[in-house]
């Protein structure tokens, strides 16, 4: 029988980062499913409650149109079968019915940093959930985390992570910008402004200063904002339009060959200052320039999807090993 691997999806960079890795273990029975949680969480992504999440809206939508379009096999919630081994890019839900199965939890990009709301919820222990991605791998649910670099792991530790449960492995979609340097979008030098999606999720931002602030590091120079693929967007473009006149504004398009061909970038605390600074950019954001010095991701020239496939293999292996011990002593 083939051994049975279940990937849990959620963001459309969570989405394919698994199927990344889904396709060096062809040899498995490989099953995707759009993030998903029980009890509460559940009644309220099922009435729509959840929808700025990835529990459901646009999120759940993208990744399930991605999954769609490369026939991938589903299994919604995990519940048609048993499996030998779960994938994961994050754990601050850890489903009941996978509970006690093999998992890897695979970083999916920036993590936010520890602030008085994360505190908080580890001293009361609230659900992870109630956090941010600061609660990365603080569920120590997983038998491996896969990271995207030395520094990362660092950070991890310091937040609580076992180190042992640690590879550097690098991540897929963040490993091996050396591929869109050359490209064919046709601006270059330009200041470019990656916006967010915080008020979408309820968190405060201040939209008109940071366009400002945009404008002021360009100081003359030309601007290009790439907006959040779940923010408002004709909301987004009409405050563009009011604070910086002039500037391009792109829904779409690959932001790996526009940051490429930017001067520097301005973004308030995303994961795209990881390919920024993969490509030596300078990089404005919310956080001081001297922690993102080793927060670049590893970078080998697309090799991380196959190196977390052999953790998973080596996993089952164990696993299966276990088993038949305890069927033998039993």
Avoid: W
């Amino acid at each position: 029988m083939q051994p049975r691997v279940l990937f849990i999806c959620g963001s459309l960079n969570q989405t394919t980062i698994n199927y990344e890795i889904a396709r060096h273990l062809r040899d498995c029975d490989c099953r995707f499913t759009p993030f998903y949680g029980d009890g509460m969480v559940n009644a309220l992504a099922a009435a729509g409650l959840l929808d700025f999440t990835i529990l459901g809206g646009e999120a759940r939508e993208r990744t399930e149109r991605f999954l769609a379009a490369r026939r991938c096999r589903i299994d919604h919630r995990g519940s048609a079968q048993r499996y030998d081994l779960v994938v994961t890019c994050s754990d601050l839900i850890v489903p009941r019915n996978v509970e006690g199965t093999p998992l890897i939890l695979v970083q999916e990009g920036m993590v936010d940093p520890q602030g008085m709301g994360t505190r908080l919820v580890r001293r009361l222990r609230l659900p992870r959930y109630l956090g941010n991605t600061a609660m990365a791998g603080l569920s120590h649910a997983y038998e491996t985390f896969c990271v995207a670099s030395e520094g990362f792991a660092r950070r991890f530790v310091e937040n609580g992570v076992d180190p042992r449960k640690i590879a550097v492995t690098g991540i897929p979609n963040f490993d091996n910008v050396q591929g869109a340097l050359q490209n064919d979008f046709p601006f270059h030098d330009y200041v470019l402004g990656a916006t967010s999606h915080l008020r979408e999720t309820f968190k405060y931002e201040n939209r008109k200063a940071f366009i400002e602030r945009v404008c002021e590091i360009a100081a003359g120079r030309p601007i290009i904002f790439k907006l959040h693929p779940c923010e408002a967007a004709a909301r987004a473009m009409a405050e563009i339009e009011k604070y910086a006149p002039g500037a391009m504004v792109f829904r779409e398009g690959n932001l790996q060959e526009m940051i490429a061909n930017c001067h520097c970038m301005v973004t308030r605390y995303s994961s795209v200052m990881l390919l920024a600074l993969a490509m030596g950019k300078r990089v404005f954001s919310d956080l001081p320039d001297e922690e993102l010095g080793d927060l670049a991701p590893l970078q080998n020239g697309g090799a991380s999807a196959r190196r977390i496939a052999a953790i998973c293999r080596r996993t089952l292996t164990r696993a299966a090993t276990r088993t038949a011990h305890l069927q033998a002593v039993g």
